[in-house]
């Protein structure tokens, strides 16, 4: 591919050898804004993935009478990089805001629970079979019946 009309008219046409092409010809320019505006290597990486993705999926919006290719191309990873910055910004206030909620504690388990809790098992222990009827310990075991 040799100009920017032939990437278009590819692009346009589904074809997605120019779609690599495009990538092989902009995708540096689109990490330099990517990493320009980003802390994050990784980050800048995955707006590269995310902008030639929407190139691809919106390439019908493209009206080169607007602007180069490139120009388009660096629009999107522009908007991808803002959004990722304000994803990265909601997850540190949501981090802190759960940082900054006091642990529970746990009150120990009374001693009269306790033993509460085994005289019950023990007397449910001791209670005849009944036809349809399965008391706590006597045969269903699987998770969510309650006779764990």
Do not use: H, N
Not at 61 to 67: I, Q
């Amino acid at each position: 591919m040799d100009s920017d009309d032939e990437l278009t008219a590819g692009l346009r046409d589904g074809d997605e050898k120019v779609l690599r092409a495009a990538y092989d010809r902009y995708g540096a320019a689109v990490l330099y804004l990517a990493q320009r505006m980003l802390s994050s290597r990784a980050d800048a990486e995955d707006v590269v993935q995310l902008t030639f993705v929407a190139a691809w999926t919106g390439r019908d919006g493209y009206d080169p009478r607007r602007g180069t290719l490139l120009a388009w191309l660096l629009g999107i990873a522009r908007r991808k990089a803002i959004d990722r910055m304000r994803s990265a910004s909601r997850d540190e206030r949501l981090t802190g805001i759960v940082r900054a909620q006091p642990v529970p504690q746990q009150e120990p388990e009374r001693p009269e629970g306790i033993v509460d809790r085994l005289v019950v098992a023990d007397e449910l222990g001791r209670l005849p079979a009944r036809p349809g009827i399965v008391a706590p310990g006597r045969g269903d075991r699987r998770p969510g019946s309650g006779c764990e």
